[in-house]
């Protein structure tokens, strides 16, 4: 059994019926919860108490959910371990010495211990998936644009979607069900005529849960095959070699640009974190010291007191990445990166109906393993990054253990392609 799962316990009750009516929901502490504090595990919000819900909170509640708390998270959403929460780690139900993953550990935990039936994350570059495949349970990153971010603190804003995380690939697919669709509120849900109706109103990811894989290709991605525990790969491939024997059609297929992914991603990540973290300075946001002083004083003060280490790494190393000169050498480089990673996507699509790479190339580090080295911390996000910078969605689902620890085995659909990806990771599970 994990612990420090919660950041703060407290039940909300939805609607009297609807499709998760007696489902109970924990929700990662980004996620404003009207009259609910929400920290982003840092101790620059920690008495932050928003004065409306998210709205994939609304839709939960409209749903009828009962939500049970707010869960533990990596600080602003920055690790991939939730070891820098400024309320200490959260340890991982299947081992209490190793980490549950990040940066919304929290709430895998908390589905992985039996304290909520389903949870909310949020990805930026991995953070629903990789705690998913730690704590052998399923975490959906949807398409960008698929789910609404208003209510979500932002950490990087081009990169970021809300996801599900459940037991099961039909518990995560309902709730994807209940949370997504068209937003007036977030401009990145928007679709107009010319675009067609919003993917979500036509779809129902629950039921593409039906394990059916008959004729699918599935291509494996041998780029991402490279330098992971050869426990993890020994395990993933008997899980590609499971579904071939299900009737999938299993060929390998090449991603050339994903040995930048990880690179252009932190740049592009911490430079938006850098603009959007700009704004707690103690006086109209976050903590207050409440010392006097000038305001270049008190400023560097509030942020010295109120943000961990971890966070104050990347806020420096964005803002070099934006300033006067070298603007041009890092984050236009790493736009171009990107650019390359979706065209290697696309053209990986034409192969292959969805993509298959184990989710992370380790087994769980133990607790305080990864803190010494960020960079070590960095390279563990290989095989998620790259999903997040093409704005494509992507499922972890268990693929079996290596040493008594969970494997999780990732599937890539293309764009909005959510329930061909739901359909393949049902027969993973199977």
């Known amino acids: 059994m994990g612990a420090n799962i919660f950041i703060t316990e407290e039940t909300v009750d939805g609607a009297d019926d609807g499709p998760l009516a007696g489902t109970t929901v924990a929700v990662k502490d980004n996620l404003s919860t009207e009259g609910v ?32 708390g707010k869960t533990n998270m990596d600080e602003f959403g920055m690790g991939g371990t939730t070891e820098t929460s400024a309320f200490g780690p959260t340890e991982n139900p299947v081992d209490a010495e190793r980490v549950p993953g990040g940066s919304s550990g929290g709430s895998a935990a908390a589905v992985a211990a039996g304290e909520a039936d389903v949870a909310l994350g949020t990805d930026t570059g991995g953070s629903v998936r990789n705690p998913a495949a730690f704590c052998g349970v399923v975490g959906i990153k949807p398409t960008y644009g698929l789910v609404s971010r208003y209510g979500l603190v932002a950490y990087a804003n081009s990169l970021e979607q809300v996801g599900p995380i459940g037991s099961t690939v039909e518990d995560a697919a309902a709730l ?97 974190a850098s603009s959007n973290l700009a704004r707690y300075d103690g006086v109209r946001y976050g903590l207050s010291t409440g010392k006097d002083g000038n305001w270049n004083e008190t400023y560097a003060e509030t942020r010295e007191e109120g943000l961990g280490e971890e966070v104050k790494r990347r806020i420096l190393l964005g803002t070099y990445a934006l300033s006067a000169g070298y603007h041009d050498k890092y984050y236009k480089k790493a736009q171009d990166a990107r650019a390359w990673i979706k065209q290697d996507f696309d053209a990986a699509f034409e192969e292959a109906d969805v993509l298959a790479t184990p989710t992370m190339p380790v087994l769980p580090p133990k607790l305080g393993e990864s ?26 689902v268990p693929a079996g253990e290596a040493d008594g620890l969970p494997v999780g085995l990732q599937l890539i659909g293309p764009k909005f392609g959510e329930e061909t990806m739901i359909r393949a990771a049902s027969a993973v599970e199977n």
């Open 37 to 68: 504090r929400t920290t982003c595990g840092s101790a620059m919000l920690e008495d932050y108490v928003p004065p409306y819900d998210a709205t994939v909170v609304e839709r939960l509640k409209d749903a009828g959910a009962t939500i049970v």
């Open 176 to 272: 994807l069900d209940v949370i997504s669709g068209a937003d007036e509120r977030d401009a990145t849900t928007r679709f107009d005529e010319s675009m067609g109706t919003h993917p979500a109103a036509d779809s129902e990811y629950a039921a593409a849960a039906d394990g059916d894989v008959e004729g699918l290709t599935v291509g494996v991605v041998a780029d991402l095959l490279d330098g992971a525990d050869d426990r993890v790969v020994e395990t993933f491939e008997q899980s590609v070699s499971d579904l071939e024997s299900r009737g999938a059609e299993v060929v390998e297929v090449s991603l050339e640009s994903v040995e930048h992914a990880v690179q252009a991603y932190y740049v592009i990540a911490m430079s938006e």
């Open 371 to 396: 803190l010494s080295d960020p960079l070590q911390l960095y390279l563990m996000d290989a095989n998620t990054v790259p999903v997040n910078l093409a704005n494509l969605p992507a499922i972890s």
